[in-house]
């Protein structure tokens, strides 16, 4: 591989770094709130748990989490590619 190729890849690396750590900052930032649901949630008197707030609170607690597996598995599949890229430095 020649050298300005290489100089490309690893501004790219560089971008992809950002990303990942843009989306690590959101993952924490997303534990954060579902913590605070999940504490919404578990602290409702029992005489509401089975009502509709309840229901919302568990969906939007699923939501939650759903969405912060998402958000961990790409910044998975970016770190990832990130060592791809770097390989194909060597």
């Given at each position: 591989?020649?050298?300005?190729?290489?100089?490309?890849?690893?501004?790219?690396?560089?971008?992809?770094?950002?990303?990942?750590?843009?989306?690590?900052?959101?993952?924490?930032?997303?534990?954060?709130?579902?913590?605070?649901?999940?504490?919404?949630?578990?602290?409702?008197?029992?005489?509401?748990?089975?009502?509709?707030?309840?229901?919302?609170a568990?969906?939007?607690?699923?939501?939650?989490?759903?969405?912060?597996?998402?958000?961990?598995?790409?910044s998975?599949?970016?770190?990832?590619?990130?060592?791809?890229?770097?390989?194909?430095?060597?």
């Amino acid at each position: 591989m020649n050298n300005p190729r290489r100089k490309e890849i690893r501004a790219i690396i560089a971008q992809l770094e950002e990303i990942k750590d843009e989306i690590d900052s959101l993952t924490t930032d997303l534990e954060g709130l579902k913590e605070e649901e999940d504490e919404y949630r578990d602290n409702m008197p029992e005489n509401m748990q089975a009502g509709e707030r309840y229901e919302k609170a568990c969906t939007a607690c699923d939501n939650l989490e759903s969405a912060l597996e998402w958000l961990t598995s790409i910044s998975g599949d970016l770190e990832s590619a990130i060592c791809s890229a770097e390989d194909a430095c060597d």
